[in-house]
């Protein structure tokens, strides 16, 4: 009986230990996650302040170029210019991604 019960404890004991190493690596993953989103919120905020500060700039480009008589259709189309590449993006039937992805043997 009481070598049933040393091996009951013991086998308690592995148990407990294994669960603390669980747990011991669970906290580490989960500080390690912690500190990547602090990092890529940080760098998330640095392009928030960039995006800012040149669309600042550009805005008061725009104003005077269109001050100094620049037809306001030109304006509008290079300040859109990206959203209407992109719709002409869609339209086609091979996209630069999907080029790359097929020069480098890629799958999607």
């Given at each position: 009986?009481?070598?049933?019960?040393?091996?009951?404890?013991?086998?308690?004991?592995?148990?407990?230990?294994?669960?603390?190493?669980?747990?011991?690596?669970?906290?580490?993953?989960?500080?390690?996650?912690?500190?990547?989103?602090?990092?890529?919120?940080?760098?998330?905020?640095?392009?928030?302040?960039?995006?800012?500060?040149?669309?600042?700039r550009f805005d008061e480009l725009y104003e005077l170029a269109r001050e100094a008589g620049v037809d306001e259709n030109r304006l509008y189309e290079i300040q859109h210019r990206h959203f209407f590449e992109r719709a002409r993006q869609k339209r086609r039937k091979e996209t630069y991604m999907t080029w790359v992805c097929r020069v480098l043997e890629v799958k999607e």
């Open positions: 009986m009481k070598e049933q019960a040393n091996e009951s404890a013991a086998a308690a004991e592995a148990i407990a230990k294994a669960a603390r190493r669980e747990k011991d690596a669970a906290r580490a993953s989960l500080r390690n996650a912690k500190e990547d989103l602090e990092i890529q919120e940080d760098a998330t905020n640095q392009a928030a302040v960039t995006l800012e500060t040149w669309k600042g």
